[in-house]
């Protein structure tokens, strides 16, 4: 973990760099695709200035959805992913590793094929309910790590790593089992959303996705203090007066309420909330009030840029967001596992 020096100022800088950075890949998202826009498009429609059909059509049904969900995916992966590797003392901790993804995926898919229609037009319930779904299964996920990876009441590590491992492959396999018994169209949007895609994005899943952020992210941020000192070893944390235990398990349940919400509308989109924590703290420093909303800023940027680079990179192909992520995500975790050997 870094240990610069840190201040607010360098916060703000990167902050801003950082929603930049994201409003710069919204803006390419807006305007390019195989229906280009100009700026004077652009703007004309968002401000209603002689809006056109056309225009509106592809701006606000294809487009912005896809943009926002991409965001509000990127900021809750990216903080849920600084509040796991708090708990857990654990650089390598992320919600795809530790089995959280496949296991919210997991209640979604199962969710998906016993409410037939939820993947595609099922109505605003069905949305409404799949992050809840979700949720349940990365709680059945955070149970089993507790449950194979503590040791009298402390997480170790390194069995949570492959703890983590091995649930992912089991969910996954439950998932992969479950897909398969859909009928075709359900199977083929089921897989192309496992994959980490926000492809066909709308309004209902912003709506569905934003009170979860609203909510659970400054819960975690008002927690910085005590994931400040969770990073001491576990009896000084109990010297100070910290409810290691009881801080840990709720911390977790938020963290896997935002896990949950995303995955819900945007499928499985690792390594986000891996390498948004080591970003923010090599450059704002390790105090979790500056790392939080950094990682979010961060991951939201991420996403965003990625999801723009499948769209237009690839085209005619588009290549779902989750797999350019995982592109440059692999090696680095490859990379960090070598660090953590090394040391």
């Known amino acids: 973990m870094s240990s610069r020096p ?41 401000l209603r200035i002689d809006p056109q059909r056309d225009h509106d059509l592809v701006i606000f049904e294809f487009r912005l959805p896809r943009i ?77 790590l507790y449950f194979f990876s503590g040791r009298n009441g402390v997480i170790d590590p390194q069995r949570l790593i492959l703890v983590g491992i091995a649930l992912g492959s089991g ?9 398969l018994k859909m009928n075709p169209q359900d199977f083929e949007m089921a897989t192309v959303w496992l994959t980490g895609s926000i492809y066909g994005a709308s309004w209902e899943q912003v709506l569905t996705t934003l009170p979860w952020l609203l909510v659970l992210i400054p819960v975690i941020w008002r927690k910085a203090g005590v994931l400040d000192v969770m990073q001491l070893h576990e ?6 007066g910290v409810r290691a235990g ?65 769209r237009t990179v690839f085209a005619p192909v588009e290549l779902p967001v989750g797999i350019v992520i995982s592109i440059i995500g692999v090696p680095y975790f490859v990379y960090q596992l070598y660090r ?3 040391s």
């Open 6 to 46: 840190y201040s607010s100022a360098r916060f703000w800088l990167v902050f801003s760099v950082c929603c930049g950075l994201a409003l710069c890949g919204m803006y390419l998202g807006l305007t390019n695709g195989s229906f280009d826009l100009s700026v004077r498009d652009v703007f004309g429609t968002l």
């Open 68 to 144: 926002v969900i991409g965001a509000l995916v990127g900021c809750g992966l990216g903080v849920a992913g600084a509040a796991l590797q708090g708990i857990t003392r654990n650089p390598l901790a992320d919600p795809g590793i530790l089995g959280i993804h496949a296991a919210a995926g997991t209640a979604v898919v199962l969710f998906m094929f016993f409410v037939q229609g939820a993947v595609n037009g099922g109505g605003f319930g069905s949305v409404l309910s799949m992050p809840l779904f979700g949720w349940i299964g990365g709680l059945a996920a955070a149970a089993l």
């Open 171 to 179: 969910f996954g396999a439950i998932t992969l089992y479950v897909s």
């Open 235 to 240: 009896t000084s944390v109990v010297g100070l």
């Open 246 to 310: 009881a801080e840990r398990q709720w911390l977790l349940v938020c963290s896997i309420g935002l896990v949950s919400a995303c995955v819900a509308v945007s499928g499985s989109i690792g390594f986000v909330g891996l390498i948004a924590p080591h970003i923010a703290r090599r450059l704002v420093g390790i105090h979790y009030r500056y790392v939080i909303p950094a990682c979010g800023a961060i991951g939201m940027a991420m996403v965003i840029i990625g999801d723009l680079i499948g």
């Open 340 to 342: 953590a050997r090394r």
